[in-house]
């Protein structure tokens, strides 16, 4: 743990609480110790550093996306809050898209749930048609069986 009296000169001189976070987190010290190393309360510490995580995102996304929340377990984003433009169209975060693989002309799939719009990606989409289906399925019955000897069978009849 630090202390006030491990502040190096560089972190010592600057003018604002919150450009001595910022300096202090870019050489790798944990929120905790920001907060005990310049006597102030961890909050403090982690609305600077994620605000400042939106505001890059708000940078990236053109002034599209217009506030974020962000984990503090993993660092990834999960919620963001976005701009209709014209023609009711959204951009999807480029940090987004980067977590899941998307590029430029993937197919998305929307779901409208309980006036929520959910964006699937194939393989989601795949995953949820799955486990609707595999409802009707009896234990023990395999559809690929079952699909291989109507085949069969439709051969035999000619």
């Known amino acids: 743990m630090s202390t006030p009296s491990e502040l190096s000169p560089s972190v010592a001189n600057l003018s604002t609480i919150s450009a001595k976070i910022r300096t202090l987190a870019e050489q790798g010290k944990a929120r905790a110790d920001i907060a005990r190393l310049l006597g102030i309360r961890y ?13 890059n995102l708000e940078a990236k996304g053109k002034g599209l996306v217009t506030s974020g929340v962000l984990s503090d377990q993993t660092g990834v984003l999960t919620s963001v809050k976005l701009r209709l433009g014209p023609d009711g169209r959204i951009v999807v975060p480029a940090v987004f898209r980067e977590a899941i693989g998307l590029k430029e002309g993937d197919v998305l799939f929307a779901l409208l749930e309980d006036s929520e719009i959910h964006l699937l990606t194939p393989k989601a989409a795949m995953l949820r048609a799955q486990a609707v289906v595999r409802q009707f399925v009896p234990e023990g019955v395999s559809l690929v069986d079952e699909l291989i000897e109507d085949r069969r069978r439709e051969v035999e009849r000619g």
């Not at 909050?43 to 505001?55: A, G, I, P, Y």
């Open 43 to 55: 909050q403090h510490v982690r609305n600077v550093l994620e605000h400042d995580k939106v505001r």
